[in-house]
């Protein structure tokens, strides 16, 4: 199957948009199509959406140009970051921001630190991070009010709870950089499904831009 085409216009609107968690060649065509900015790939033996190496490195061939790969880790190894980030390439390296203060990567390597909505802010603050729950894949809300002080200071990646019913709502109060998605966007855990990642884009595009969302939608 060839890779999913783009919108240009859906593209270039609005936030930033990562759907993570992707398990299929399927899911990933049908995130770019709609518009996503990112795929991410989980590299973590507690969630049903792990991926070994080589399922990661054959889906990463579905990925079409200018679709962001972001590998993501729960306090992995070092020896499971290395053989990661040597097999895929990956654009973006996801782990929480104590991981990377002891992992060793490559000095090109681009780096999504997540924070935790109760731990403190960290001096200074990165460029861009996630902004996640307690606990990551597990539909649970962020702060959106932490989030909306954040937003200001970086390049902040919305995370948490996210879904087409509530992602618009989120985008408006908290004006973030990016939203990241991957539970709501799945008809059971760990499976995604079409209709909701279509509609979680469209939503994330129209709080931000009405006008381009709705003329693409029809």
């Not at 972001?70 to 654009?91: E, K, R, T, Y």
Request: charged share 25%.
């Amino acid at each position: 199957m060839p890779a999913a085409r783009r919108c240009p216009e859906i593209a270039m609107a609005g936030p930033w948009i990562k759907v993570c968690g992707m398990r299929t060649r399927e899911a990933i065509e049908i995130a770019a199509e709609a518009g996503a900015n990112a795929v991410g790939f989980v590299f973590y033996e507690g969630s049903p959406r792990n991926l070994s190496i080589d399922e990661a490195r054959a889906l990463q061939a579905a990925v079409p140009e200018g679709v962001e790969r972001v590998a993501v880790f729960l306090h992995p190894s070092q020896a499971l970051v290395d053989a990661v980030v040597s097999a895929i390439g990956p654009d973006w390296v996801q782990t929480d921001l104590e991981d990377l203060a002891r992992l060793r990567l490559p000095a090109a390597q681009r780096v999504l630190p997540v924070l935790r909505g109760d731990a403190p802010l960290p001096s200074p603050m990165p460029r861009r991070c996630l902004l996640e729950s307690a606990r990551s894949g597990m539909g649970e809300r962020g702060d959106w009010s932490a989030a909306a002080r954040m937003a200001p200071l970086t390049e902040l990646v919305l995370a948490g709870g996210l879904d087409e019913r509530n992602v618009g709502e989120a985008v408006r109060a908290v004006r973030p950089f990016g939203v990241d998605v991957s539970s709501g966007v799945e008809s059971s855990r760990g499976v995604k499904d079409a209709a909701r990642i279509g509609g979680f884009i469209r939503a994330a595009r129209a709080a931000a831009a009405p006008g381009i969302a709705e003329e693409t939608s029809r």
